[in-house]
């Protein structure tokens, strides 16, 4: 710098005053991560950097505070029950708390109904939002683009229960005749075959609630892969059609790998979910007085409906604590799905 341009830096600081953005701003880090305040060159921590950095910290222990009053308050509650259980509560199929004096309850076949009806939803509609989201980022003409993920966001706000109702009274008629064609040709197989043919024809069945779930949680799904499938560079879809790749050469090779992290959290979510629906099960899926098969044509209970067929023999705490203690298990359950799909969005679970 030549002495003109210091000369007139010292009478500009002289008549107004040292310019506070002529230096760089410096964060004070209490911690990994956690930023107090910024301040500049001076030493003046701005307020508004202050104010928010504490109510985004706050917001943080409290939605963990929450979280784990809940955890704890569901525990608290359980413990009772599960003391006075006469059966294993994880091992167990039988359920039987209408008698306050001999509570015998086991979680066993609501989580193994629970996780395969919710599977069976997520491996419907994991290759059908993964379709939609290609064709609305990469196919779809301009126009178009903005309606059709509009017409896909809009079965979100559909209520579970008109789900449940347009299952009950549109869908499981609909599919009446491919369960019994499925169930003729391949009921050998253990996933296609029942024990009542009758459930099989009324359609009420882990067939019927695994794609009224499959749809419900198509939305999820499909939004988190159309957002991130929109963010692949444009630098690299063009040098992939420099080389001559085709369209779908370039959805292969680009689009899918950078949005892999995306799709599969998304679907994680999807299944977290799933896991907790509640009405639309209650009102499709049968209840089965036998043990549960890991097939598609039997009926059953997930936790989530469970609880709710169960609300009205409630009559004492320890029967309270029965139910509570199988949602703690759903609890612990979805936690652990939505912790899985956060660290995959954080870029640790896909390589």
Do not use: C
Request: no cysteine; glycine share 10%.
């Amino acid at each position: 710098m030549s002495e003109f341009d210091d000369d007139s830096r010292r009478r500009t600081d002289k008549l107004f005053g040292p310019d506070d953005n002529s230096a760089p701003s410096t964060a004070t880090m209490s911690g990994p991560g956690t930023m107090t305040g910024v301040k500049h060159s001076s030493g003046r921590i701005r307020p508004g950097d202050a104010i928010f950095s504490g109510m985004a910290r706050g917001s943080a222990l409290f939605v963990t505070a929450v979280i784990g009053a809940i955890g704890v308050f569901l525990l608290w509650q359980a413990l009772p029950a599960l003391r006075a259980n006469e059966v294993n509560f994880l091992t167990s199929r039988e359920w039987s708390t209408f008698n306050p004096e001999r509570l015998a309850f086991g979680v066993l076949d609501l989580f193994a109904v629970t996780v395969f009806v919710s599977g069976f939803a997520l491996l419907l509609a994991m290759p059908v939002a993964l379709g939609i989201a290609i064709f609305i980022t990469q196919y779809a003409p301009k126009h178009l683009k903005k309606s059709l993920g509009y017409l896909v966001d809009l079965l979100a706000a559909v209520p579970s229960v008109v789900y449940g109702l347009w299952g009950l009274l549109v869908l499981a008629p609909t599919l009446s005749p491919v369960a019994g064609f499925l169930h003729e040709h391949l009921g050998w197989f253990f996933l296609f075959s029942a024990d009542n043919q009758g459930m099989v024809e009324a359609g009420f069945t882990i067939f019927t609630a695994g794609i009224v779930l499959a749809v419900m949680i198509l939305p999820i799904i499909t939004a988190i892969t159309r957002e991130v499938f929109a963010q692949t560079p444009t630098a690299q879809i063009e040098a992939a059609l420099a080389l001559g790749a085709t369209k779908w050469e370039v959805v292969r090779t680009t689009v899918i790998p950078f949005g892999k992290s995306g799709y599969v959290s998304g679907s994680m979510l999807g299944l977290g979910r799933a896991l907790g629906e509640t009405m639309a099960i209650f009102i499709v899926l049968a209840t089965a007085s036998a043990n549960f098969r890991a097939s598609l044509f039997e009926g059953g209970q997930t936790i989530a409906s469970k609880i709710a067929s169960g609300y009205a023999e409630i009559n004492t705490d320890l029967q309270a604590g029965a139910f509570i203690a199988a949602g703690l298990v759903l609890f612990l359950l979805t936690f652990v799905v939505n912790a899985i799909a956060r660290s995959i969005v954080a870029g640790k679970g896909v390589h």
